[in-house]
């Protein structure tokens, strides 16, 4: 099946190797996308990339090589609010996995039967993205963002966002009494230049030192120039374990759609997360005990 609409991804890196740092029992990789087989699952029209084919028994494959045990998969925006991917993978392994997924931005269109069947599935949390805003001097949208949380919260779900935190220097004042726990992926995805003094960086830093958000540890190379070790990230890295490393989860992001940079090995993220926290107890922290509370896992014996 082609899409000349939409350009093919690189496929991620398939040489079987295992990461030189041990994760801990009852590890989470909180961000992986499941896609395709797109002739069973075929993407939406209007989507701007086509990933190979990512599917559920490749992504256990690689979970083996590393050594992680549970995962969380996210709603890539191929599907646009087509789960149907996603939501075959979690009953397959409901056990083991959850979900984030993406429904209407249409409040009244949200059917809470359709809420109650993704919560029973193993969805824990809504995606929003909003990187491709048309208008950025009209701000976020925070009205409609609202309204979705407060659909979302008798489930105790949390809100992802996909957006770019230094676009928004007012962030922390714009979230202060959010509904919802707030999740942002790439930590915040923030480019690296910008540094960490930022005003929509350090309203991320604040969001986190109050409680009021959690931010995914996923994609330094989308964030930054150059390849491996990603040096630049580190001083972004340090900075959000220092305002709250108790709201931090970390995640793989395979498989890795839209890098347009030399593609990573899982295995060399997952030692690149051990150089950068080499504390045993903190790793085991953002790698298990976090995503415990976030998305509902049980807690490891």
Aim: proline letters at 7%; charged letters at 20%.
């Amino acid at each position: 099946m082609s899409y000349p609409q939409a350009p093919l991804c690189q496929a991620p890196d398939s040489e079987i190797r295992s990461p030189k740092i041990a994760f801990p029992a009852g590890a989470v990789d909180c961000h992986a996308h499941i896609c395709g087989p797109a002739t069973q699952f075929p993407y939406a029209h209007e989507r701007i990339y086509t990933p190979p084919d990512a599917t559920l028994e490749s992504y256990e494959s690689l979970l083996t090589m590393l050594g992680v045990d549970r995962a969380v998969l996210v709603q890539p925006s191929v599907y646009g609010t087509d789960n149907r991917a996603m939501l075959a993978a979690l009953k397959a392994r409901l056990e083991k996995f959850r979900g984030v997924a993406v429904i209407s931005n249409d409040v009244n269109q949200i059917n809470e039967k359709e809420l109650e069947q993704l919560h029973n599935s193993g969805v824990r949390g809504i995606r929003c993205n909003i990187v491709d805003v048309t208008d950025k001097s009209a701000g976020l949208p925070i009205q409609n963002l609202k309204a979705l949380a407060e659909r979302i919260k008798p489930f105790g779900w949390h809100l992802e966002l996909l957006m770019h935190v230094n676009e928004y220097p007012n962030l922390a004042k714009v979230f202060e009494n959010f509904p919802v726990d707030l999740v942002f992926g790439h930590f915040g995805y923030s480019h690296a230049k910008y540094g960490i003094s930022d005003a929509g960086f350090q309203g991320l830093l604040e969001l986190l030192k109050n409680q009021r958000a959690w931010v995914k540890m996923t994609g330094p190379y989308r964030i930054c120039d150059g390849d491996l070790p990603y040096a630049d990230m580190r001083a972004l890295n340090d900075a959000v374990i220092k305002a709250n490393s108790e709201r931090l989860v970390w995640g793989s992001d395979w498989p890795h759609v839209m890098v347009k940079k030399q593609m990573p090995h899982d295995a060399d993220l997952c030692d690149l997360f051990g150089e950068w926290i080499t504390d045993p107890g903190l790793r085991k922290s953002i790698l298990v005990d976090n995503p415990c509370i976030l998305y509902d896992f049980p807690t490891p014996n």
